[in-house]
């Protein structure tokens, strides 16, 4: 028994999903199944039964968010300000550069399933492994793409015993990490869209991003109707990447 293999496990994912496969991989929010190839994003589409409205999230860091997202000025700040100042997770919903390398990378049919209203979501603070994964395919233009490793409606799932075994059986790798750092939650990622200043989600560590928000700029975020009445966290279904 030892620490988990960080460096190693990121680079057992990265090659899993450059060779065209799919990997269910630990973040702080969740088990989530991520890939970079159509074909692999088919079949975990399709093992996770979605509707044709849901979208694939992009897995990312903060370089990459700021490289890929054109937000304005003051958007930025509050996006600085809850996952920098503050190191919360935060899954951004904005305006996208579609001339970056690792956009360009993603196959046409690929990014139709994965933007809304030109806006493409991603996941920063996703926590360790996450970063590492996602450094490795920055460097090579690789477009890492997925959503939680669950059936849709089944809600995220923080320990690999607990997913549904059409999901296990639709990927080619299964990293376990344990239990997730934010399963008190029970719900994904908080997410935000930045071009309509709209709750997407509310999920991990909503009230505290909702303080931030209502402290530093003065904008009061939605209340959280709670777990038992809102299990999913979903205010805007159609933008659905859970």
Known sequence: MSRYDIPGDAQRIYDTVTAGGAVIMPSDIG??????????????????????HKRHAM??????????HELGRREQDMVDAVVLDAGLPLAVVGPYEATH???????????????????LAMLINGGALQDAVVRLAHANGTPLLGSSANLTGA??????????????????LVVDHGLRKYHLYRRSSTMIDFATMEVVRIGACYELIADIFANQFGIDLPADPGWDALPSGHL?????RH
Not at 32 to 52: D, N, T
């Open 236 to 240: 805007r279904d159609h933008m659905s």
């Open 31 to 52: 088990y989530g199944a991520i890939a970079s190839s159509s074909e692999a994003l088919l079949r975990l589409f399709r093992a996770k039964r979605r509707a044709p």
């Open 101 to 119: 390398p690792v956009v360009a990378a993603v196959e046409p049919e690929t990014l139709a399933a994965s933007t809304v209203d030109d806006t």
């Open 155 to 172: 809600g995220t799932k923080f320990r690999v015993q607990d997913i549904e075994e059409p999901i296990v059986d639709a990927v080619d």
């Open 59 to 68: 897995a990312g860091n903060y370089d990459l968010h700021r490289e890929i």
